[in-house]
C-alpha cells in the first residue's frame, strides 16, 4: 500500500489546490479547535513566542483553517481547526461566538472544498446538540454530518478491554465508574451492557441535573447484566463530593468537560483511567509523574484508533505516541475515523444526538472488519510502562 500523500500546516489548502489546480475533493472534513493555547503553536509555530493574551487576541482574527489534507487513496481527509479553545466553548460570554463560526464559517469552508462527510471533534459536539444544529444547513450545502460519537464510544470500550487485558484482569471483577453520562458516557455504559462481559459493580456519575438519567441507566443495567449498578451525582458545578467513587474504584471511564475535576493525587492505587474528556478530566503531567515514581496507575487517553487498516497516515505534530521517524502517524482521533468509515461504506448510519445501541454496533462492526485497533496506551505523549505497572502490581500484591 502506497504512502499518503499530506498537505501540512497552515498553507494546507493552497498546496493542496495547487497540486489540483483548483479542483478536487476533499470527501471527509474533521472540524475540531485547538484544545487550549499550549495546543495552538502545533498550527502556528511561532505562537509559542506570545503570552496567553496575545495569543487569544490573535485567534479572534483568524478564519477557520486546514492544517492537513490527507489523500489515501481511497479518499481525501482534511483536518480543519475553528479559531477558539476549549474553555471558550463553556464560558457563557464567548460561547455564542463559537457557534456562529461552527455553523456559519466553517461549514462554508468545508463546502468550498467539496466536502460530502462532516465530523466533530473536541466540543463541537456539545455546541451544536450534537449535530442537530448542523444538519438542516450542512444539508443546504450538500454536506451529510456524523458526530463521531459512535466510534468514539467503541474506541472508549476498546481502549478499557486493552487496559485490562494488558493488565490480566476479569472484566467480571472490577468495580468500574463512569464520570459523566453524556452522548459518550451513555454509549459506552450502552456497549458495556451489550458486550455479556459487564463489571462486578458499576457506578454512574454525574451532575445533579442528570440524575433521572443515571437511575434509568443503572436500573438497566441491573436487569440486563444482573451486575449490580449505583449512582451518584456531583455538586451543581460538577465537582465530585467527598468520598466520591473516582476515587475508591478499579476503573474510572470519564466523559466530561469540567476540567481537572479528577484529582490525580486521590486516585486509588491500582486505578485504570481511561479518559475521553474535552478539556482533560485530569491532569496528564501529574498522572505521568505518578507513574514514572510509583507505577501504581493506568492513565490512558481514549478516543484514539490506530488507522493503518485503512491506509491513513498523519504527519501533523499531534502528541500521539509512536509516530515514525518522518512524523508520520497512523493513529487518529475516534471522530475523524467515523467519518472516514463513512466514506468508505456509505450503507453506515449517520450519528446524530445521542447514538442507539443499534449504530454503536455497526460501527463496532465497521471497526473490526477494516482492521482497526487502539494504539498502544498512553498519557499524553508517553506510551505506559506496561510491564513496570505489572511488575510493582505483582510487588504491592506480594508484600
Request: proline share 7%; with cysteine.
Amino acid at each position: 500500500m502506497s504512502r499518503p500523500t499530506s498537505y501540512l500546516g497552515p498553507n494546507a489548502l493552497f498546496d493542496w489546490l495547487d497540486a489540483h489546480d483548483g479542483k478536487g475533493t476533499v470527501d471527509v472534513v474533521l472540524l475540531t479547535h485547538p484544545r487550549d493555547e499550549a495546543d495552538a503553536p502545533r498550527l502556528f509555530p511561532f505562537i509559542d513566542k506570545l503570552d496567553r493574551h496575545e495569543v487569544n487576541g490573535l485567534q479572534r482574527h483568524l478564519n477557520p483553517m486546514f492544517g492537513e489534507i490527507i489523500e489515501t487513496g481511497s479518499f481525501t481527509v482534511g483536518i480543519m481547526f475553528l479559531p477558539f479553545f476549549a474553555h471558550e466553548l463553556i464560558e457563557p460570554a464567548s460561547r455564542r461566538r463559537c457557534a456562529q463560526i461552527l455553523q456559519e464559517d466553517a461549514l462554508r469552508m468545508a463546502a468550498k472544498v467539496g466536502a460530502r462527510i462532516l465530523c466533530l471533534g473536541g466540543l463541537t459536539g456539545a455546541l451544536s446538540l450534537y449535530g442537530r444544529k448542523l444538519v438542516e444547513p450542512a444539508g443546504r450545502l450538500g454536506m451529510t454530518l456524523t458526530t463521531g460519537h459512535a466510534l468514539t464510544a467503541v474506541g472508549v470500550h476498546q481502549t478499557y478491554v486493552q487496559a485490562l487485558k494488558e493488565l490480566d484482569r476479569e472484566p467480571g471483577t472490577q468495580r468500574l465508574t463512569v464520570l459523566g453520562v453524556g452522548s459518550i458516557g451513555r454509549a459506552f455504559t450502552q456497549l458495556l451492557q451489550a458486550s455479556g462481559r459487564p463489571p462486578r459493580e458499576l457506578v454512574l456519575v454525574d451532575r445533579p441535573q442528570a440524575a433521572g438519567k443515571l437511575e434509568k441507566l443503572a436500573r438497566e443495567f441491573e436487569e440486563r447484566t444482573g451486575a449490580v449498578a449505583l449512582t451518584e451525582v456531583t455538586d451543581k458545578t460538577g465537582t465530585l463530593v467527598p468520598g466520591s467513587a473516582c476515587y475508591a474504584t478499579d476503573v474510572l471511564i470519564s466523559a466530561v468537560s469540567t476540567p481537572y475535576v479528577v484529582d490525580i493525587d486521590k486516585v486509588a492505587p491500582g486505578t485504570v483511567l481511561v479518559d475521553d474528556s474535552q478539556p482533560y478530566c485530569w491532569d496528564r503531567d501529574k498522572a505521568w509523574r505518578r507513574v514514572t515514581e510509583a507505577a501504581d496507575i493506568v492513565p490512558c487517553d481514549a478516543g484514539l484508533v490506530d488507522c493503518a487498516g485503512i491506509g491513513y497516515s498523519s504527519r501533523f505534530p499531534f502528541d500521539f505516541a509512536g509516530a515514525g521517524p518522518d512524523g508520520a502517524s497512523t493513529t487518529a482521533w475516534t471522530c475523524q475515523t467515523e467519518g472516514m468509515l463513512l466514506a468508505l461504506d456509505d450503507r453506515l448510519p449517520r450519528t446524530v444526538g445521542e447514538p442507539p445501541i443499534e449504530t454503536i454496533l455497526a460501527y463496532e462492526d465497521a471497526y473490526l472488519a477494516n482492521g482497526l485497533t487502539i494504539p498502544a496506551l498512553q498519557c499524553g505523549p508517553n506510551p505506559l510502562p506496561i510491564d513496570k505497572i505489572r511488575a510493582a502490581a505483582a510487588s504491592g500484591a506480594a508484600a
